[in-house]
């Protein structure tokens, strides 16, 4: 592999984490934060994930959940 192919490969490498990493700033993490986003308790919040009130990915071990969408949920619930 010549150097302007390596150098191109380690940019790539490297623009893809950093855009993963800011994707993932805009997202709540984890049960604890969704509760102090909800301003509820933890329990209470692990109980609106286990029935399924918003949607979340899982990045390893971290729930990711949109605050856009658990606002839209929470608005048209009450």
């Not at 490297?14 to 800011?22: G, N, T, Y």
């Not at 709540?28 to 918003?54: C, D, T, W, Y």
Request: proline share 4%.
């Amino acid at each position: 592999m010549d150097t302007k192919t390596e150098l191109k490969e380690l940019i790539d490498q490297a623009v893809s984490k950093a855009l993963a990493e800011q994707q993932q700033k805009n997202f709540i993490k984890g049960i604890h934060q969704l509760a102090a986003f909800l301003q509820v308790s933890p329990a209470r919040a692990q109980k609106m994930k286990n029935e399924g009130l918003f949607p979340f990915w899982q990045d390893g071990r971290t729930l990711l959940f949109d605050p856009k969408v658990v606002r839209e949920v929470m608005f048209n619930k009450g």
